[in-house]
């Protein structure tokens, strides 16, 4: 499948919208797992997911996908899987804004990643970037590391770092993916996939039905995830992984600000010098859309 040109520098924006939306829902997500539960949150938001992209694939009336894209489809929709159950059990034990910086580390990982699997070029001012973007979470941790938050904010930190090392991979196989099938096929498919796994674990570790009130939340969970996915979907189709890897940076920015707002989780100044980086380091990025146009007939 190949994805119409546009500019690089478009597939970037529509890339930070996407990791926007996408911040938006782990604010939500962090509410709803103190609520109910890692494994409950992430079920039922599956089936609501698979409900909403469900809707829209069907309208299409796409051909069943190539066996190799349907292998994408389910690979990459395990390691969603893994990834969020990890995410999300350690975003309910450290704070919104210190789990997103830890989780910077993934898009460093899938720029390399990217060089040996898909062949990309790695320009110059993308590392550097990068670098300074991570030199920025480099300080804020920095500053978090001298408040004592216990064991439990211990264990979270490390299935963060976990999860964002499945995050990597997931970048690599989010371009691939792009490549062979259109956003809401790639939506419907990891949705399902998710929905899939996390039933059959069902039996082992069960979960009641969420109460009322927490419904809606569930379903702006789903919505918001869809959403973001289709535009993430969209943005990888059309820019190398290593050039839009520099989005995820933006989501601390919103993360600091839901934390702050909603969980009453404080900003330092080294949380804040090390924002600064972080925008620095995405403005550079996307001054050279030229060094990272995509390679439209890589292989899946």
């Known amino acids: 499948m190949h994805a119409p040109r546009h500019s690089p520098l478009a597939a970037f924006l529509v890339g930070t919208?996407?990791?926007a939306l996408f911040s938006i829902m782990d604010a939500v997500m962090k509410g709803l797992v103190l609520a109910i539960g890692t494994y409950a949150t992430l079920l039922w938001r599956s089936f609501v997911g698979v409900g909403l992209a469900g809707t829209l694939y069907g309208t299409l009336r796409s051909p069943w996908p190539a066996r190799?894209?349907?292998r994408l489809h389910v690979g990459r929709g395990v390691l969603t899987t893994l990834m969020g159950l990890l995410f999300f059990w350690g975003l309910g034990r450290v704070p919104l804004?210190?789990?997103?910086a830890l989780a910077f580390i993934a898009p460093l990982i899938a720029l390399y990643?990217?060089?040996?699997?898909?062949?990309?070029?790695v320009g110059p001012?993308?590392?550097?970037?990068?670098?300074?973007?991570?030199?920025?979470?480099?300080?804020?941790?920095?500053?978090?590391?001298?408040?004592?938050?216990?064991?439990?904010?211990?264990?979270?930190?490390?299935?963060?770092?976990?999860?964002?090392?499945?995050?990597?991979?997931?970048?690599?196989?989010?371009?691939?993916?792009?490549?062979?099938?259109?956003?809401?096929?790639?939506?419907?498919?990891?949705?399902?996939?998710?929905?899939?796994?996390?039933?059959?674990?069902?039996p082992l570790v069960g979960a009641a039905p969420p109460p009322a009130a927490q419904w809606p939340w569930i379903t702006l969970a789903a919505l918001l995830s869809t959403l973001s996915l289709l535009l993430l979907s969209w943005a990888y189709a059309r820019a190398e992984a290593s050039y839009l890897s520099a989005t995820e940076y933006t989501?601390?920015?919103?993360?600091?600000?839901?934390?702050?707002t909603i969980f009453g989780e404080t900003l330092s100044p080294f949380t804040l010098a090390g924002a600064v980086l972080i925008v620095i380091g995405c403005v550079l990025a996307a001054r050279k859309p030229e060094e990272a146009?995509?390679?439209l007939e890589a292989s899946v």
């Not at 990643?113 to 070029?121: G, P």
């Not at 001298?146 to 999860?163: N, Y």
């Not at 989501?251 to 702050?260: I, K, N, R």
């Open 251 to 260: 989501s601390f920015l919103w993360a600091a600000m839901f934390g702050w």
């Open 97 to 100: 804004a210190q789990a997103i």
């Open 68 to 70: 190799a894209t349907m």
């Open 113 to 121: 990643l990217a060089s040996i699997w898909l062949h990309e070029k």
């Open 17 to 19: 919208l996407g990791i």
């Open 125 to 202: 001012r993308t590392v550097g970037a990068s670098l300074l973007a991570f030199a920025g979470v480099v300080v804020i941790f920095i500053g978090q590391a001298q408040a004592d938050l216990g064991r439990e904010a211990l264990l979270g930190s490390l299935a963060v770092l976990a999860s964002a090392v499945c995050y990597a991979v997931n970048i690599i196989l989010m371009r691939r993916q792009s490549l062979a099938a259109g956003p809401v096929e790639i939506a419907f498919y990891q949705n399902l996939t998710v929905a899939a796994v996390l039933l059959a674990a069902f």
């Open 293 to 295: 146009s995509p390679a």
